[in-house]
């Protein structure tokens, strides 16, 4: 235990906080909730070794002990920010299921993000690799992103020439580990839709084939 009276930073067993189940402690764990009380967060960061941020621990190869601040990325909530004449812009805070923020997007008819459907992960992850499925990279619907710099301990606001999206890859794989927290994430999503399905796994399937017909 210890940290900020305001953040609640205690040891944690993390094998269940990555889907290879591999036996990890963090000596130093907070679960995000909020973005409220980040300045609190970037003060207590010097007295740590460093930041691992995790979300759904998807794509992370845990060691068997971390002794950098473990923040586990939990805040919740989608948002319909814009309705432009041509696109819907939504946003979607960091913690949030990807699958389930894809799900509630179809739900709610603001359409795109479907060839990226059942990506496990958060929201908060799916800008650093730039995630991708059956030929949709989600940088094609990218729109922004909401970060904090725990370095300079202030929030920016960034847009895809900042973000630098290529093939599973962006600006913050190459970034100092741990600086950048991301916060929230919007995507533009064009009123006209028409389904991507060019993709060779998905043009070879026999009930797209029928339909096309
Ligand atoms: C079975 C399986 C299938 C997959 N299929 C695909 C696929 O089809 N396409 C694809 O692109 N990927 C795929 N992946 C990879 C994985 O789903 C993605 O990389 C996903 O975005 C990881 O999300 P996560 O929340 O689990 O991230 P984590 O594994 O928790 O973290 C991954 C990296 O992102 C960083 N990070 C996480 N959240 C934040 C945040 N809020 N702010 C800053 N940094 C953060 C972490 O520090 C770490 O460096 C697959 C993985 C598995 C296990």
Same mark, same amino acid.
């Given at each position: ?9 205690? %040891? ?25 009380? &980040? ?22 190869? &845990? ?90 301990? %202030?929030?920016? %606001? ?30 533009? &999503?064009?009123? %006209? ?16 084939? &029928?339909?096309?017909?």
């Amino acid at each position: 235990m210890g940290g900020s009276p305001l953040l609640h930073i205690t %040891e944690q067993d993390l094998t269940c906080y990555n889907t290879l189940g591999l036996k990890s402690t963090a000596r130093s764990f907070l679960r995000l909730h909020s973005t409220a009380n &980040l300045s609190a967060l970037t003060d207590v960061v010097p007295r740590f070794p460093g930041v691992v941020v995790l979300g759904g621990g998807s794509n992370v190869v &845990l060691a068997p002990q971390i002794d950098e601040l473990v923040i586990h990325v939990e805040t919740r909530g989608v948002t319909l920010v814009d309705q432009q004449a041509d696109a819907f812009i939504v946003e979607a805070q960091a913690g949030e299921s990807w699958h389930h923020f894809v799900g509630l997007c179809i739900d709610q008819g603001w359409k795109g993000l479907e060839n990226l459907a059942l990506i496990p992960g958060t929201v908060g992850a799916a800008p650093i690799q730039n995630i991708g499925a059956y030929g949709v990279e989600q940088s094609e619907f990218f729109h922004s992103l909401v970060a904090w710099d725990m370095q300079r301990g %202030e929030q920016v %606001e960034m847009g895809p020439g900042d973000c630098q999206f290529a093939y599973r890859d962006s600006f913050f794989k190459h970034a100092d580990p741990g600086r950048w927290l991301i916060l929230a994430v919007r995507y533009r &999503l064009p009123h %006209e839709w028409r389904p991507q399905l060019a993709y060779p796994d998905l043009a070879r399937h026999p009930g797209i084939a &029928l339909a096309g017909a």
